[in-house]
């Protein structure tokens, strides 16, 4: 059960980097920009969270075996595969709280700021961000929840090889088919107690948000 477990957490490791860059960046896109088709875009970024794994999984692996590029990158089957399947799985989710949390801030106390002479991009980290910050963390708390368990698009494009591609919810899938339900058990609790880890998290900064506006 060891390496699956350190093998999900590797993923997870790089995918969170994905989750905030490209997910905070569409999500402020969206809530700050106005531009063409840009509903479309916003539907478009949701798709994964209403399609079936397997259906995004098949695209994502017509997609990469009909482009010429990709293909001789060896991506499918491999390491980077399972970081492509848990990043599609959770951006929807990061980009839908980044969206909300970015259009919730006052834009009166960025104007506020630009009055005072400040540039861009200290308004976006000194006022924007730390208001921001609590949705975002709530929504990263899910997304990466969300990642370490992806089960079906990683199935699709990374397989399932034993000390290679196998992560946490692969190996209890293997376990069962085998049946051998005390180690499906085991590795089932770990992703229940990352599960419960994740909500808490949420209800801590959720509480904390509360509490901020309250205190407004």
């Known amino acids: 059960m060891l390496p699956p477990f350190l093998l999900s957490l590797k993923v997870l ?6 989750l905030i860059l490209l997910g905070g960046g569409v999500g402020w896109t969206l809530a700050r920009r106005e531009f063409f088709g840009k509903e479309c875009c916003s539907l478009l970024v949701q798709l994964p969270l209403i399609l079936p794994p397997s259906v995004m999984g098949f695209y994502l692996l017509f997609f990469i075996g009909r482009s010429p590029l990709l293909r001789e990158m060896d991506i499918l089957f491999s390491f980077p595969a399972l ?13 839908q709280s980044a969206r909300a949390a ?4 006052d834009r009166e106390l960025e104007d506020a700021a630009r009055t005072l002479g400040k540039k861009e991009s200290a308004i976006f980290f000194t006022v924007t961000l730390p208001l921001a910050r609590r949705t975002l963390l709530v929504g990263l708390a899910l997304s990466a929840a969300r990642a370490l368990g992806d089960f079906g698009v990683s199935m699709m494009i990374a397989g399932n090889i034993p000390g290679r591609t196998q992560t946490l919810p692969l190996y209890i899938y293997n376990q ?14 770990l992703l229940v107690g990352a599960g419960l880890a994740s909500l808490y998290a949420v209800r801590m900064l959720e509480e904390g948000r509360k509490g901020q506006h309250a205190s407004c």
């Open 13 to 18: 490791f790089f995918t969170i980097p994905i």
């Open 83 to 95: 970081v492509l399947g848990a990043s599609v799985s959770a951006a929807p989710i990061m980009i």
């Open 102 to 105: 970015f259009a919730s801030v």
């Open 176 to 189: 069962v088919e085998t049946l051998n339900f005390a180690r499906a058990h085991g590795a089932a609790l």
